[in-house]
DNA sequence: CAAGATAGTACGAAGTTCGTACTAATCAAG
DNA sequence: CTTGATTAGTACGAACTTCGTACTATCTTG
C-alpha cells in the first residue's frame, strides 16, 4: 500500500488503454452476430447471471433510467434471449431469466472476452502468468 | 510464450472484467461535466493525439461510419473542443484540432482513467507495483 | 483534360434514451 | 379493513444518435 509515482501511473495508463481498446474489439465481434448493442449485451450477462431479478435491479446497477431498462428489456424479449414471468411474491415485479437462447449468446460474449484473456497471457512465460494473475486478483479484492 | 490454462483464463477474465467496470464509470464521471457520449469522448482524445488528422481518420480508427463522424465533430465544434480547419495540401479534407478547450476536457478525461490507474496500483507493495507495470508493458508490446 | 477515386457534408429513416404520466400492487398506520 | 403513500413497471413522445444514399468539391491518372 505505497504510493505509486506519477511516472508509474502513466505507464500503467498507456498500457490499459491499450487492453481497453483489445476489449471493445472483443465486445463488438461477440455482439457482431446477434447485433447487441452495449447496454443490450450487459443487460443480458446481468440477467444470465441474476436469473429471477428485475427491471429495476438491472437499471441501477447498469446505471440507466427505469424506462430505457424497460426497452431494453422489450429488444431482448423480442429477440427470445430472455423471458418476463410473473414474480412469485410481489406481483408488481416481474422475474427476469435468460432462455436457451439468450444463455447460449451469454457463452459467445464471455467467450470472446476470455479469447482476449488468454491472448494476454500468451504473450508471457509462465511464471509471469502466475504472477499477472496474483497481482490481478489482489486489486479486484481489494477494490471491494 | 505458453499456452496458458482454462483455469488461468478464467481467473484473468473474472479480474478484468471487474477492471472494465471501474474504468467505464471513470469514464462516466469525466464525461459528466462536459455531458460528452463515448463517441465524442474518443473522438476529442483522438484528435488531441493526432492533430491536423481528418474526420475519415478518426472514423477509420473508431470504426464507424464516415457520416456518424461528420456529426461527432458538428456536436464537438459546436461546443467549442475541436476546430475543423482547411488542409493546407488537400482542400478536400478538413485538419482537426483541439481547441483550448478540449485540450482542458482531454486532460480531465485522462486525469479519471489515471486516478482509476493509480486507486489500482495503490492495492500493491511497491515491488509488486513495479511487476504489474513491467508485465502490462510486456503484453501491450506483443499484442502490436 | 476526362474518368474515376477520395474527403467530406446534407438529409432522412430507424433506432435509443429518458422524462412525464399512468396502472397495479404492496405497505403502514389508524 | 380501509386509506394514503410507496414501489415496480409500462406507454408515450421528444430529443438525440447512427448510418445509408445522394451530392459537391477536389485530387489523380492515363
Not at 446505471?63 to 418476463?84: H, Q, W, Y
Amino acid at each position: 500500500m505505497t504510493e505509486p509515482t506519477q511516472e508509474q501511473v502513466e505507464q500503467l495508463t498507456r498500457a490499459f488503454e491499450r487492453f481497453t481498446r483489445k476489449f471493445k474489439v472483443a465486445e463488438a465481434a461477440a455482439a457482431a452476430d446477434n447485433a447487441l448493442n452495449a447496454l443490450d449485451a450487459q443487460t443480458l450477462v446481468f440477467v444470465g447471471d441474476n436469473p429471477g431479478c428485475g427491471t429495476g435491479d438491472v437499471a441501477r446497477y447498469l446505471n440507466v433510467a427505469m424506462t430505457t431498462m424497460s426497452s431494453a428489456i422489450d429488444r431482448l424479449v423480442r429477440k427470445d434471449l430472455i423471458e418476463r414471468r410473473p414474480h412469485e411474491d410481489d406481483r408488481r415485479s416481474v422475474a427476469l431469466t435468460a432462455t436457451k437462447t439468450g444463455r447460449q449468446a451469454i457463452e459467445d460474449q464471455i467467450a470472446a472476452y476470455r479469447e482476449a484473456c488468454r491472448a494476454m497471457l500468451r504473450s508471457l512465460d509462465p511464471r509471469e502468468q502466475r504472477e499477472l494473475i496474483r497481482l490481478s486478483e489482489k486489486i479486484a479484492e481489494a477494490q471491494t
